[in-house]
């Protein structure tokens, strides 16, 4: 039986890659998720699973070595899915420390921990051992309005503290391949948006702001553009990389579904109508006269998008999911899991909501 190591799986893309991995390999594979459980990871996002015989749960950071190397030394592990990051653009921002510590230093303990556990005494590595990185299309910079796409040969550009955070990281594990031959890949996704999305990012604040009749905050002009992925697309492209990618390569995973923010918000809007009952109250909340312009955000990039090509012809994968199907399965999602919602949204997220937009 396989063993995956799954870090930050408490978190949004991780807890659905955990759900996907056993929907997929059921009792086929044990998955020991390690997290800190920072504000953006939450226990609930894996009560479904929690009691499985083939899963356990180790709550640690990823810059403890000595936590790390002791999952190592008692456990086999054949793989390593490396999700665990600090990942809010505007947080990151405000306070970047803890988006080097996390996400350098922590990527930094993660290599070495599977490095000492898998290296042979001839400097070679076990055989079928594999490490993934899981890290962002923002690496790559901005992109024109009108036109162009990130390759995996696209030079790196980030520009803010978070996507400089997961260059770096991105540098580190590239380094290890090159450096040890240490049997890695990294993917570089685009944005997510599905179930268990923390309400700090576009889609899930606007469905929970709107829900409530509150602003809906669009930064700058409305225009800048992002290529949404079902995360359940993205759950999928991970372990097809993994399984049938070219070890050592980078595979770019998008959702080829290019939208304006603006343009987000208003299916978003429409959605919510066509899906909220005529006699729920939260109808009548639901309203364009909620689109709020506000301060943009600092160096705020104006369009990201990837090619398809090479997941597409190397792996086989695309995504599956189109934006209308994906978006009725998120908001699905968020009318059955209000209290979910309740409670990520409780105590210390008033204060970073009104501080993040007190001047917006
Ligand atoms: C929260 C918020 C955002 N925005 C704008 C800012 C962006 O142009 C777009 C999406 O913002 P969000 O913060 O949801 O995501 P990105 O900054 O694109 O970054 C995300 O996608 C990449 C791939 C990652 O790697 C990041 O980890 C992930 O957070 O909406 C608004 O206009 N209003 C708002 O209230």
């Not at 290599?111 to 993934?132: V, Y």
């Not at 962002?136 to 996507?163: K, R």
Request: aromatic share 12%.
């Amino acid at each position: 039986m396989r063993t995956y190591l799954v870090t930050g799986g408490a978190g949004f893309i991780g807890s659905n890659y955990i759900h996907y991995m056993f929907q997929k390999y059921d009792n086929e594979i044990r998955i020991i998720n390690v997290d800190k459980l920072t504000y953006a990871g939450n226990l609930e996002n894996l009560k479904d699973i929690e009691n499985r015989e083939n899963y356990t749960f180790v709550k640690a950071d990823i810059c403890d070595s000595e936590a790390i190397m002791k999952i190592f030394d008692e456990n086999d592990i054949d793989r390593v899915v490396h999700f665990a990051a600090e990942s809010h653009v505007d947080r990151s921002i405000r306070n970047p420390e803890v988006f080097v510590k996390t996400n350098v230093l922590g990527t930094l303990v993660m290599l070495n921990a599977a490095k000492s556990a898998w290296e042979l005494p001839d400097g070679t590595f076990r055989p079928d051992k594999k490490f993934l990185h899981v890290s962002t299309d923002e690496v790559y910079g901005s992109l024109e309005e009108d036109g162009g796409f990130f390759y995996e040969t696209t030079p790196y550009d980030p520009h803010s503290p978070y996507s400089a955070s997961k260059a770096s990281s991105d540098m580190l594990v590239k380094s290890y391949m090159d450096t040890y031959k240490f049997p890695a890949n990294i993917t570089n996704c685009s944005n997510n948006y599905g179930p268990y999305q923390f309400p700090e990012k576009l889609i899930p604040l606007i469905i929970n702001n709107a829900l409530q009749g509150k602003k809906l905050p669009v930064y700058g002009d409305g225009k800048n553009v992002r290529d949404w992925l079902y995360v359940m697309d993205h759950a999928k492209g991970i372990d097809m990389v993994q399984e049938k990618g070219r070890l050592f390569e980078t595979y770019n995973i998008g959702g080829h579904n290019e939208k304006q923010n603006i343009q987000i918000i208003h299916i978003i809007l429409d959605t919510l109508q066509e899906m909220l009952p005529d006699n729920d109250p939260r109808k009548a909340l639901v309203s364009e006269n909620l689109i709020t312009y506000v301060e943009d955000r600092k160096g705020h990039d104006r369009r990201y998008a990837i090619a398809p090509d090479k997941i597409k012809e190397e792996v086989g994968w695309y995504p599956e999911t189109c934006f209308e199907d994906g978006i009725r399965l998120t908001i699905e999602w968020f009318f059955e899991h209000e209290d979910w919602m309740k409670n990520v949204t409780s105590g210390d997220y008033q204060k970073y909501y009104e501080e993040m937009y007190k001047t917006r």
